[in-house]
T-cell receptor, first 114, second 115 residues
Framework: AQKVTQAQTEISVVEKEDVTLDCVYETRDTTYYLFWYKQPPSGELVFLIRRNSFDEQNEISGRYSWNFQKSTSSFNFTITASQVVDSAVYFCALSEKPSNDMRFGAGTRLTVKP | ETGVTQSPTHLIKTRGQQVTLRCSSQSGHNTVSWYQQALGQGPQFIFQYYREEENGRGNFPPRFSGLQFPNYSSELNVNALELDDSALYLC??????????????FGEGSRLTVL
């Protein structure tokens, strides 16, 4: 069965600090997809990134970077030089059937203080 | 903003009642998924609709049902409400052709409180 664990329930940092959000997943499939979503107070989930199981390249997008390691079943998310606007709940998610039955972790609430 | 709109934004019901939640998908999207997000938890997949038919269902009882209309909008119906049904209900739309991207566009949700 597929499962996503985000062990960090809440993280608080001061602006400009770097922060890493951890995600560990379990799946029996060799083909799967991993995602990160951001949920601001408004409630809607905002798509950040998708990775398929055959693409282990790390990715950087501005202040955001993602480290995918199949050997440890982890897909961690780092925000460099955090800003107050980064405050939100971040979810890691796994899908064995693309765009269907996406399994989310419990989320990590990130608070960035000025 | 994603272009996915949900209504109502908030509602209060009592146990045993029935509720209908509505979702208008983003223009050009033909697939709608519904998720339940309890307080402090991640969203849980309820079901997905494509071409007006259910296309996958999570671990939810039959009293959770849905519809998709020809314009791709969708409804989620919950009968015989229970206290544990209190949650944020999220609708997400996508293009079937993009099924392998897995990028879902979410609305802001309908917050249901069952008393």
């Amino acid at each position: 069965a597929q499962k996503v664990t985000q062990a960090q329930t809440e993280i608080s940092v001061v602006e400009k600090e770097d922060v890493t959000l951890d995600c560990v997943y379990e799946t029996r499939d060799t083909t799967y997809y991993l995602f990160w979503y951001k949920q601001p107070p408004s409630g809607e989930l905002v798509f950040l990134i998708r990775r398929n199981s055959f693409d282990e390249q790390n990715e950087i997008s501005g202040r955001y970077s993602w480290n995918f390691q199949k050997s440890t079943s982890s897909f961690n998310f780092t925000i460099t030089a955090s800003q107050v606007v980064d405050s939100a709940v971040y979810f890691c998610a796994l899908s064995e059937k693309p765009s269907n039955d996406m399994r989310f972790g419990a989320g990590t609430r990130l608070t960035v203080k000025p | 903003e994603t272009g996915v709109t949900q209504s109502p934004t908030h509602l209060i019901k009592t146990r045993g009642q029935q509720v209908t939640l509505r979702c208008s998908s983003q223009s050009g999207h033909n697939t709608v998924s519904w998720y339940q997000q309890a307080l402090g938890q991640g969203p849980q997949f309820i079901f997905q609709y494509y071409r007006e038919e259910e296309n996958g269902r999570g671990n939810f009882p039959p009293r959770f049902s849905g519809l998709q209309f020809p314009n791709y909008s969708s409804e989620l119906n919950v009968n015989a409400l229970e206290l544990d049904d209190s949650a944020l209900y999220l609708c997400a739309s996508s293009r079937r052709e993009d099924a392998f991207t897995g990028e879902l566009f979410f609305g802001e949700g309908s917050r249901l409180t069952v008393l």
